[in-house]
């Protein structure tokens, strides 16, 4: 077999970082290797080299792997755009939006074009690490699954189960699965792993010998909580810091209910100057906020509903009486305009929604999606940008005549008459170190993270040490050979 699978006991046991070490360790092993993720879930989304998205945890993963993120990779993904609907994008292209409940008639389509792409990627490389999504316990969710265990059988992919035990309960998480699982399904596991354990790993001993017994299945090791996973991308904006350190410019960034490619910030959290932290729903925008940041989202004209019904409305225009800051990136862009019109109903009910005002700008929500990686110039600090656009919409309007950038001759973006309000559709901005650099020093902020890509890809060589460390990683790579 070339190809190993790691599912997991249920959503965020750590599958996403423990695929993204399992490439980093075989890369260094001489083997070519791809991520591959069947079906995800998420709005944070990356541009791919060939000129679609998927989840941001396998651009990550494709890192790690030494590769240029590709669309086959995660050729599934689903963005929740309503509490029982998302978006469906197959091979990288929006294909439609559906209820939950319509989403299982598309699910044999949607299987071939799954296995596709898994030929595809096991035809290029050497090995295949394959990350489920949520849990194969869910067995109501087993007919005509493409994530789990319907993927792992239907290629004949060996699985492995981590469990976490963080939150308690680990023992009852994997003897729980076997004791659930089909049995056909349950033969396809080879073994289990326990991640994020804090403390003495020997006084679980007698808990994993309990798993062993009780499941059958044999063990992988017991990896220890690894805390500079907080200085990778993340793809759960759950993991966004609530707090800030207490001192430094502070920006504070609002937890949209649908908040998409929240990883802009990542960053900017690490700016020793820059006290970073997010506003969760029913709190306040704080008062001492330097510059607060609508970030993207699914859903923009939901989520400046929402937006509204927390008060942050009223508090925004008190931050801008103040003499306070606002970028808008990407929705939150379109938000800060006059009006945001809906006619076709491409994010939801046809209609239109007011904006805050604060940009002299409309925008038109359209059914074409732009996705792609861009050049830019900043126009205030004359500095580049290097980033990507991932979105839906034409904004147009007075407030254009002062741009955020410029793009092959084209401006972006727009800025208030006083240069206090921002917007963009610019993602992924800040990762460059000029930019990142020279627009901190506008608000009189001197930079102190001298190179972030460096950070990201150190993280990754000690994630992969600490696996090295703690897991029998010879073990789990010789199942996919």
């Not at 004791?179 to 679980?204: C, E, H, M, S």
Request: aromatic share 6%; glycine share 14%; with cysteine.
């Amino acid at each position: 077999m070339r190809a190993l699978m790691i599912q997991g006991t249920g959503s965020d046991v750590g599958k996403s970082m423990l695929v993204a070490g399992l490439c980093r360790a075989a890369v260094r092993r001489g083997l070519s290797v791809a991520p591959f993720k069947p079906q995800n879930m998420s709005n944070n989304a990356a541009v791919t080299a060939d000129g679609g998205e998927i989840g941001r945890a396998q651009a990550l993963q494709a890192r790690a792997a030494g590769l240029e993120p590709l669309t086959d990779m995660n050729p599934v993904l689903l963005k929740p755009e309503t509490d029982r609907g998302a978006q469906v994008v197959v091979q990288g292209r929006r294909l439609t939006s559906t209820s939950a409940r319509d989403y299982w008639d598309l699910k044999p389509r949607l299987m071939t074009a799954v296995m596709e792409s898994y030929q595809r990627l096991r035809g290029a490389h050497d090995l295949v690490i394959v990350e489920g999504a949520g849990s194969p316990a869910e067995i109501n969710l087993r007919r005509g699954d493409i994530a789990n265990m319907g993927f792992a059988r239907a290629a004949d992919v060996p699985v492995v189960l981590a469990g976490c035990i963080d939150r308690g309960g680990v023992i009852a998480q994997i003897v729980g699965t076997k004791a659930v699982l089909d049995p056909a399904d349950a033969a396809q596991v080879k073994g289990f792993l326990i991640n994020k354990f804090r403390g003495d790993p020997q006084l679980f001993d007698d808990g994993y010998a309990e798993i062993v017994a009780r499941s059958g299945w044999p063990g992988f090791g017991v990896l220890p909580w690894f805390p500079e996973a907080g200085r990778l991308p993340a793809e759960d904006a759950l993991t966004l810091p609530r707090q800030g350190r207490g001192s430094g410019f502070r920006i504070v960034c609002l937890a949209l209910s649908r908040i998409a490619n929240f990883d802009d910030l990542d960053p900017l959290g690490q700016e020793p100057g820059v006290d970073l932290s997010l506003v969760a729903p029913g709190q306040p925008i704080p008062g001492d906020a330097d510059l607060v940041i609508i970030p993207g989202t699914k859903s923009t004209r939901g989520d400046l509903e929402f937006l509204r019904a927390q008060g942050w409305d009223i508090d925004l225009a008190a931050h801008v009486r103040r003499g306070g800051h606002v970028l808008g990136i990407c929705g939150g862009y379109q938000m800060l305009g006059q009006v945001i019109r809906d006619p076709e109903g491409i994010e939801g009910p046809a209609g239109e929604t007011p904006g805050l005002g604060l940009l002299d700008v409309e925008t038109v929500m359209a059914p074409d999606k732009r996705l792609t990686r861009v050049r830019a110039t900043h126009l205030p600090t004359a500095t580049p940008i290097e980033g990507y656009e991932i979105h839906i919409g034409r904004t147009e309007g007075p407030g254009r005549a002062r741009p955020f950038a410029r793009i092959d001759g084209q401006d972006e973006g727009a800025i208030s008459a006083n240069g206090r309000i921002a917007g963009s559709y610019l993602h992924g901005m800040f990762t460059g170190d000029a930019f990142r650099h020279a627009w901190l020093g506008g608000f009189g902020v001197a930079a102190g993270l001298a190179d972030y890509g460096a950070g990201v890809e150190a993280v990754l060589d000690r994630l992969a040490d600490h696996m090295e460390a703690h897991l029998d990683v010879e073990g789990l790579l010789a199942l996919a050979r």
